[in-house]
């Protein structure tokens, strides 16, 4: 591993998934390609999205792009005060 | 959901000008009730986010359409109102200006925008009216199951345009833009795409600017959104994204249209309106200082006059006088002008009737009055005169071939000719006014007097038509004494 990726990701993302409704318009927009429609169904029989986990960062595209007001929240690193 | 990890604070959350939940149903009050992928959701949610960012939210009022967006106001958490297809720009006017202070949009697809209400969109426009319109084109009727819009692109399949749309058979696509840009009073008018996150970006920017302007009072702002329909268009949510970006855009380029932003004024706010209490006056309609005699009892009365002549004769006029003394003497009148394209040439009349009962329709089909200006009315209309009616008639006699129906009285008197003799012919109404009250003998004197001084404002025609109404009392007086013997 290279020393960048210890770092932590500027972004995060979270997905409601039983307000998300599987359009998958999240996942074309997100550039680090962090975003993937999951296997299984929520509530409604759509695959809601799902984040990978880490390398988001925290370019809100995919917030922008979703049609559903609640689905996604975005959020950022909050500065830390060098060491 | 998975719990975020410390260190981070939210940058994007769900808009706060949207409600907390919508009650449009049971269940799924979190959700819109737009398809997967529609360009509504995305609208809205850049509208709210405008108004967030704008601290307008207490100040908003939503206009919705007829269409998929027709349930709007179960969305924003602002003033709400629906509007009948494609009226929304007519009633978004007429919130702003009894409301100056509110922020009003209208949010209209094409079908609603561009083809019901094209002369309401137009004519807002063309006012400047001090509001913000997003206009959702989708190139088809959503709601309805996908027929054709004015926004169709050529060769586009719709339900109504089964083998694409076809320039010869259903025309070229209305362009909103571009036709609204040929109007003076737009301050801003952009176009903007739903094809891919750097088009919402940019969407989001003209959607936010569009209100400002509104904020800033500078006039009509107008927001073509390019919007994909996935369900109608029968594509999958990116591919429905793709076709906005690839093929609607070269249909309906994207751009500012207009953009005098850096120029307009504030708008004054408009006036108030005057109050309540002060329209009869400002609408002259002040209650007349005129009092019946107290032994005036018009026992069961029913005039049914027809005045009829050639435009120019007074024929209107002679019947607002004796609508007017009527309405003076505390009766029930009524005045109908019927002229249509006749008001400067040809025949035109008028219906007065004068009741002391209430009068249910204004239409005289059977007068007890008949005034014949001219020739023609006479033959048009003298075998209607009702029975014990009077008709008189502008001339010394009746045409050879005229008779009255049974019953009827009828007097021929040269009115014009004898308003010649005081050096005006277009008294010859009031002369003949004179002689009906001389027949009639009902409405009182004062009563016509006041009328007259109410409907004539110069001072030379008063005493004229006072001098009119004399030499037609006389002219009656003696037709009637000579019916006498
Ligand atoms: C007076 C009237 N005429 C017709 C209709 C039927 N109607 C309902 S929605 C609609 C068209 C909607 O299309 P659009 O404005 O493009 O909105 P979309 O559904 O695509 O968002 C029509 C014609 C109606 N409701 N009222
Ligand atoms: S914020 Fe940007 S990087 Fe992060 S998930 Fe969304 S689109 Fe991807
Ligand atoms: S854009 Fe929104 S609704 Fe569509 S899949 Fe992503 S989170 Fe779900
Ligand atoms: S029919 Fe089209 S416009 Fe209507 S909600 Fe569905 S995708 Fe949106």
């Not at chain 1, 318009?25 to 962090?34: G, H, K, T, Y």
């Not at chain 2, 009650?23 to 959700?31: F, H, M, T, W």
């Not at chain 2, 100056?100 to 094209?118: H, M, N, R």
């Not at chain 2, 249509?340 to 329709?361: F, Y």
Request: proline share 7%; net charge neutral.
């Amino acid at each position: 591993m290279t020393q960048a990726n210890v770092q932590p990701d500027r972004g995060y993302v979270t997905i409601n998934a039983e307000e998300c409704k599987g359009c998958g318009l999240c996942v074309e927009a997100c550039v680090p390609r962090v975003l993937a429609l999951a296997a299984h169904l929520n509530h409604q029989g759509y695959h809601p999205a799902e984040y990978a986990g880490s390398g988001c960062n925290g370019c809100g595209l995919c917030f922008h792009c979703c049609p559903e007001p609640g689905a996604i929240t975005v959020y950022k690193l909050a500065r830390v005060a060098a060491a | 959901m998975a719990e975020v990890p410390t260190g981070y604070t939210v940058l994007h959350e769900r808009p706060k000008a949207f409600y907390d939940t919508f009650e449009r149903k049971g269940d799924l009050q979190g959700q819109t009730h737009y398809c997967p992928g529609c360009g509504h959701g995305l609208a809205h949610k850049m509208i709210a986010r405008a108004i967030d960012e704008l601290g307008i939210q207490d100040r908003v009022v939503a206009v919705s359409p007829v269409g998929c967006a027709v349930f709007t106001y179960y969305y924003f958490d602002t003033g709400n109102v629906q509007a009948a297809h494609g009226r929304a720009p007519a009633v978004a006017t007429a919130v702003k200006r009894s409301r100056p202070e509110a922020i009003v949009f209208s949010y209209q697809g094409d079908g609603d925008l561009a083809a019901i209400g094209t002369a309401e969109i137009l004519h807002a426009a063309n006012r400047g009216e001090n509001i913000t319109v997003f206009f959702v084109n989708n190139a088809v009727y959503g709601m309805t199951g996908g027929q054709m819009a004015p926004t169709t692109m050529l060769g586009q399949k719709t339900t109504t345009s089964p083998l694409g749309r076809d320039a010869f058979n259903e025309g070229y696509p209305l362009h909103v833009c571009e036709l609204l840009a040929a109007l003076e009073a737009p301050v801003y008018l952009e176009r903007v795409a739903l094809g891919n996150a750097k088009q919402v970006m940019a969407a989001s920017r003209a959607i936010k600017k569009a209100l400002t302007n509104q904020v800033k009072g500078l006039g009509f702002s107008l927001v073509e959104i390019l919007s994909p329909c996935p369900t109608i268009w029968k594509m999958n949510p990116a591919k429905a994204q793709e076709r906005v970006r690839e093929e609607m855009v070269k249909v309906f380029p994207p751009g500012v249209y207009r953009d005098r932003t850096a120029e307009a004024q504030t708008r004054p706010a408009p006036p108030p309106p005057p109050r309540l209490e002060e329209l009869p006056r400002l609408l002259d309609l002040e209650a007349h200082d005129f009092t019946p005699a107290a032994d005036f009892q018009p026992g069961a009365l029913d005039l049914r006059i027809k005045v009829a002549g050639f435009g120019g004769q007074g024929v209107l006029m002679l019947g607002e006088v004796l609508a007017e003394a009527g309405l003076l003497l505390n009766l029930d009148v009524s005045w109908l002008p019927s002229y249509g394209p006749e008001m400067r040439s040809g025949t035109s009349n008028c219906h007065v009737r004068i009741s002391n009962r209430t009068i249910a329709s204004p239409l005289v089909a059977r007068p007890t009055m008949l005034l014949a200006m001219n020739e023609p009315s006479l033959r048009k209309f003298v075998a209607d005169v009702d029975k014990g009616g009077w008709v008189l008639y502008n001339a010394r006699s009746l045409p050879a071939d005229v008779k009255a129906p049974e019953g009827v009285h009828v007097m021929c008197v040269p009115f014009t000719e004898l308003a010649d003799t005081l050096g005006e012919p277009r008294a010859g109404n009031i002369v003949m006014l004179g002689a009906l009250l001389e027949a009639s003998g009902i409405l009182s004197r004062e009563a016509i007097d006041r009328a007259l001084e109410i409907h004539v404002r110069s001072a030379r025609w008063l005493e004229l038509d006072r001098r009119a109404l004399e030499l037609g009392r006389d002219a009656a007086r003696k037709e009637l004494a000579y019916a006498c013997v």
